[in-house]
T-cell receptor, first 113, second 114 residues
Framework: AQSVTQLGSHVSVSEGALVLLRCNYS??????LFWYVQYPNQGLQLLLKYTTGATLVKGINGFEAEFKKSETSFHLTKPSAHMSDAAEYFCAVSGPNTDKLIFGTGTRLQVFP | NAGVTQTPKFRILKIGQSMTLQCTQDMNHNYMYWYRQDPGMGLKLIYYSVGAGITDKGEVPNGYNVSRSTTEDFPLRLELAAPSQTSVYFCASSETSGSGNEQFFGPGTRLTVL
């Protein structure tokens, strides 16, 4: 079985500060890991994903995430927050030969000026 | 490409009424999905389809039905609406599954059952 835990349902940062959104996963098979972003009143769009290969993954809008197998983590970071980053962020897991994407409960990011 | 489109955007239903949420994709994707999103709960998979004529249950299928007569369309049917079905519904599609392919999401349908 697979599952995802996102620590912190709300995160607030100042503009220009580091963004760190935490995601831990559980998977009995090699995981595929995703971060999606949802802007207000919109659907989800893919930020980045890890399937195989390089464990540091770069995505859109300056975000990146590192797959750490030993810690079962896939935390999302951005060096300098922008006001436009305010949104809800979802971590998700799937795997080889798995049809379903399992989502975490989401983290709402607020950015203050 | 319009991507994944959903209609309607908003709907209010009375208890016991029925309705169909429409979903269409123009990317020729084989896989399509229906999720519901409730506050603090993330997204839960209702039904999915791996191709025309093939559907299967997800995590929370009770109270819903789907069909997939064409590659493009994947409607979700609520037969007897209940307050517990108040939610935001998202349709998604992907080229294949099980290989880390991105799911593309529609803009959602916000449903309220009173």
């Amino acid at each position: 079985a697979q599952s995802v835990t996102q620590l912190g349902s709300h995160v607030s940062v100042s503009e220009g500060a580091l963004v760190l959104l935490r995601c831990n996963y559980s998977s009995s098979v090699p995981p595929y890991l995703f971060w999606y972003v949802q802007y207000p009143n919109q659907g989800l769009q893919l930020l980045l994903k890890y399937t195989t290969g390089a464990t540091l993954v770069k995505g859109i809008n300056g975000f990146e995430a590192e797959f750490k197998k030993s810690e079962t983590s896939f935390h999302l970071t951005k060096p300098s927050a922008h006001m436009s980053d305010a949104a809800e962020y979802f971590c998700a897991v799937s795997g080889p030969n798995t049809d379903k994407l399992i989502f975490g409960t989401g983290t709402r990011l607020q950015v203050f000026p | 490409n319009a991507g994944v489109t959903q209609t309607p955007k908003f709907r209010i239903l009375k208890i016991g009424q029925s309705m169909t949420l429409q979903c269409t994709q123009d990317m020729n994707h084989n896989y399509m999905y229906w999720y519901r999103q409730d506050p603090g709960m993330g997204l839960k998979l209702i039904y999915y389809s791996v191709g025309a004529g093939i559907t299967d249950k997800g995590e929370v299928p009770n109270g819903y039905n789907v069909s997939r007569s064409t590659t493009e369309d994947f409607p979700l049917r609520l037969e007897l609406a209940a307050p517990s079905q108040t939610s935001v519904y998202f349709c998604a599609s992907s080229e294949t599954s099980g290989s880390g392919n991105e799911q593309f999401f529609g803009p959602g349908t916000r449903l309220t059952v009173l």
